[in-house]
């Protein structure tokens, strides 16, 4: 079944702990690749990582969480937030 625009979801990702220099956005993007999901993933400079991904709801979550337990031992916060989904991202990739 093809998703609809409609049925496409984005989320804004904000993760802080030791996220940064450990290989967060690398790994990130290695997990991108078994989901269908869009995006990219950054560092930001107050230490955090901001990731944006688009996908269906479902997809989109099963991400999150693949990411989350790829890098559980250096997550310390999470924080989402859902964003009008804009349909500009064509695959998943680093943002510097």
Not at 5 to 15: I, T
Not at 69 to 78: F, K, L, N, T
């Amino acid at each position: 079944m093809t998703e609809k625009p409609e049925d496409q979801v984005a989320r804004r990702v904000l993760f802080s702990g030791r996220v940064q220099g450990v290989g967060f956005r690398y790994t990130t993007c290695d997990v991108a690749r078994d989901f269908v999901v869009s995006g990219y993933v950054k560092n930001l400079p107050d230490g955090r990582v901001e990731m944006i991904c688009e996908g269906s709801r479902e997809e989109s979550a099963r991400f999150i969480d693949a990411v989350c337990r790829a890098m559980r031992g250096y997550v310390g916060e999470m924080h989402t937030t859902e964003i009008p989904a804009s349909g500009q991202y064509r695959g998943f990739g680093i943002q510097f």
